[in-house]
C-alpha cells in the first residue's frame, strides 16, 4: 500500500456524508412538527435506505462459510489462507481494489516436554513448558534451589544441573533469569499452591524451562532429603515462525480516511464462528451496501489475520500507513463477536464513543461500555494515536471453545452490527 493513498479527499467524502446526514436530521426534525406544517410527502431518508439494505442473512452466509465450509483458522494456517481468499475474493464482487498484505508471525505452539527421574521406582511426571521455553535435552543431577533467589543457590553455582525451584516472590523469568546465570542448563519450577502451573516467560529463554504440580513438585523435594537424583528432560521449543496476512479492499481511486476492520482468524480450539466470523461477515456486508448505495468514497475494509495470537495484523497494517509526512485514517471500526450475547457494548476513544452512541439512538439502539477491558485491533490503532471503537456484543459463553459455532450466531445481531456501523461512518464523517 503506498502511503498517498492515505491522503483524504475531504470534499466529496463530506459532501456525501453531509447529504446522509442532513436528511437524518430531517426524519428526525418531522418528528417534531405540528401536523399541519408537516410536509404531505414523506421523506426518504438516504440514510435509512442506507442501513435498510443491511441484511442479517446475506451476512449470515458469510458466517457460514468461514466457520463452517472453511473452519478453524489459526494465524498461519492453510484454512487462514483461504479465508483470506474468500474475503479478498467478495471484497474484489462488490468492485474494491484488493491488496492481500503478508506479513511474518512468531507463533507459540504448545509442546508436551517430558521429565524422568532416572533410578528404581520413579515418579509418574506431568511436565508443562512455560510459554516461550527453548527446546533441549539434558540429564543431569536435580537441585533444589528454593526460590530461585541468587542466595538460594549453591556457593560453587549449578555448573549444568538441573534447578528445582518453587513458584513465588520472583517472575517466571527472573527465576530462569537468575538459574541461567548460575550456570543451570535446565529450570524446573513447580506450583506453590494445589494444582498445575501454566506459566509464560516474558521473552525466549535460553535454556529449557518446565513447569510442575504442587504435589509433583513436592513429592521431588521430599525424594532429594533422600539422596541425590539424576533426571532426563526432553523439550522442544513452541517457537515457530509463519506468515499470515491482512485483506484490504479499498474504493477505487480512493482513499483510507475510515478503515472498517475485523480479524478472520480463529484460536485453533474452535470455527470461530462469533470470534471473529461473525466481524468479517459484516465487514462483508457493509461493503455490500456501500457498493449497492454508491457511497463508499472514503472507506476502506481490513479484514486482519493473527490477531488471537498477539494483534500481528492489526500492528502490521499500522506500520504501513504511518508515513510521517501523511495525514492518517481518522477513525477505525473494529467488528469482533458482533453475532453472540445480550447487549451492545462499545469501547475505546471516547469521541468515537458519543459519535457511535448518536448512531445507535437513531436505531433505538442503546450500547454500554466494555465491562472489561478487551485486547483487539482497535488497540494497534489507538497506540499509532488513531481514533478507534471496538463494537461488540456481550457475553458469549462459547468464547474460544470449540463450540464456538455458526447455529450459535444469531443473523439479526449481524444485520444489527451493520446498520449501526453504516450510521456511525455517517456520524464519523460529520466534524
Ligand atoms: N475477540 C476477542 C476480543 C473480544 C472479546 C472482543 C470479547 C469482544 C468481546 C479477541 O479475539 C481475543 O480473544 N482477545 C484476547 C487477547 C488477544 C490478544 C489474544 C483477549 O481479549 O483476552
Ligand atoms: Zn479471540
Redesign the pocket.
Known sequence: MTPSRFTPPLSRFSFLWALILSCLALAACQGTEPSSTASPTPTVSPSSSLTSLANGDQAYGHVLALAEDIGSRPAGSDPERQAAQYISHHLATYGYQTQVQQFRLAYYVEQSPTLEVLGPAPPTLNPRPLRLSTGGEVTAELVPTGLGRPQDFPPEGLKGRIALIERGELSFSDKVTNATAAGAAAVVIYNNVEGSLRGDLQEESTIPALSLSQAEGRHLQALLEEGPLTVHLSAQSGQETRTSQNVIGRPPQDDCQVIVGA?YDSVAAGPGAN??ASGSATLLEIARVLDLSGQEQGVCFVAFGA??P??FGSRHFVTTLTPQDQPSPRAMVNL??VGVGSEWQLMGSPGLIEKIDQAAAALGLDPVPTSRH???DHLSFMDAGIPAI?I?R?EDPR??TESDRAEFVEPQLLEEAAKLTLLALAELASP
Open positions: 480479524h470470534d471473529n490477531e488471537e498477539g494483534l469482533d463477536m478487551l485486547s483487539g471496538l461488540h456481550f468464547y474460544h
